[in-house]
């Protein structure tokens, strides 16, 4: 695996085809371990994780969770300490407090991906039943599932995008003109421009 | 046939599979719903193929485990619902096999 971090981000996948071989829980704690490196609005640290490695416990957590296609040996569960961050004066919905989710699982995938483990996140599932499943705390939201585990040898298709994207037409340089007067898109609004009108028309045909 | 194609284990795996998927649901975009529902046909699938009738288990190692675990409407709508229609096709003419539907014609009274 490469040490270059983008290589590392240009190459992780998700991985849904995994193999029977556990992993290691000292690989487990590097990707913990990492994941408290991520960024923190406020180094509040907020987001708190549960990792399960027990084959009965990931065999129910996938009965609840109809996004989790693949079967992993072990997954973390990214929860929010929604009771921590009252006392700290966020709104339960902060925006913020899921931002911080999104940092820490990123982060653990690509740890993962450099350790050379397979993984990919769930968020489909039902939060009262993850919760009641690992016994968590009731002020604790669990918001995300990393799953993880050996890649397979192949691999189902990826999700397929409508349409990829390069990163220049996901991206803006600066301020935006004033409406009517750019260049690119006299006649096509910025939002169809990145598509969505092709996206929407699709789903409505 | 067969009277019990399904353990408990298997019985209760899919139940919680189908709540939980109706919740889920609620917070996800509409197209997921066909997805979620193809899921649950490809674990019923896989569950039973062992117990099923020989005729039963072609359709199960045949239409229902080639649909894609991952496609949406998305990218394909046409093609989306005409690969559906066609594993509707093969479901129904199984069904009408199976349950003997060919010795029966609209002339009978």
């Given at each position: 695996m490469s040490d270059d971090p983008l290589a590392l981000i240009r190459t992780r996948r998700v991985i849904r085809a995994l193999t029977d071989e556990p992993v290691e829980r000292a690989q487990l704690e590097r990707i913990l371990e990492a994941a408290s490196h991520a960024p923190s609005a406020g180094n509040r640290r907020l987001q708190r994780f549960v990792a399960v490695e027990d084959a009965a416990t990931l065999r129910v957590l996938r009965m609840v969770a109809?996004?989790?296609?693949q079967r992993p040996t072990a997954a973390i569960v990214i929860f929010v300490d929604v009771g921590a961050a009252v006392e700290y004066g966020?709104?339960?919905?902060?925006?913020g407090l899921y931002i911080d989710v999104g940092t820490a699982a990123q982060t653990m995938l690509l740890a993962a991906h450099a350790l050379g483990l397979g993984s990919g996140p769930v968020t489909s599932f039902s939060r009262a039943a993850v919760g009641a499943v690992l016994n968590a705390p009731p002020d604790w939201s669990p918001e995300m599932v990393i799953c993880l585990g050996h890649p397979a040898p192949t691999q189902p298709p990826?999700?397929?995008?409508v349409r990829r994207r390069s990163w220049r037409e996901l991206a803006h340089w600066g301020r935006f003109a004033?409406?009517?007067?750019?260049q690119t898109d006299a006649a096509v609004p910025y939002r169809d421009q990145l598509g969505y009108s092709s996206l929407r028309q699709a789903r409505d045909s | 046939m067969r009277s019990m194609v399904l353990t408990e284990d298997e019985a209760i795996e899919l139940l919680a599979y189908l709540v939980t998927a109706a919740r889920t649901q609620l917070d996800?975009?509409?197209?997921y719903g066909p997805l979620r529902l193809l899921t649950a046909a490809q674990r019923l699938a896989a569950f039973i193929g062992p117990r099923v009738s020989p005729a039963t288990r072609v359709l199960l190692d045949g239409p229902i485990r080639r649909v894609?675990?991952?496609?949406?409407?998305?990218?394909?709508p046409d093609g989306y619902a005409a690969g559906l229609d066609a594993v509707c096709q093969a479901l129904a003419e199984h069904l009408v096999t199976h349950f003997g539907v060919e010795r029966s014609t609209g002339d009978e009274r």
């Open positions: 109809p996004g989790m296609l966020f709104a339960p919905g902060s925006r990826a999700m397929v995008p004033p409406s009517g007067t750019r | 996800e975009a509409a197209e894609p675990a991952t496609a949406t409407r998305s990218l394909d």
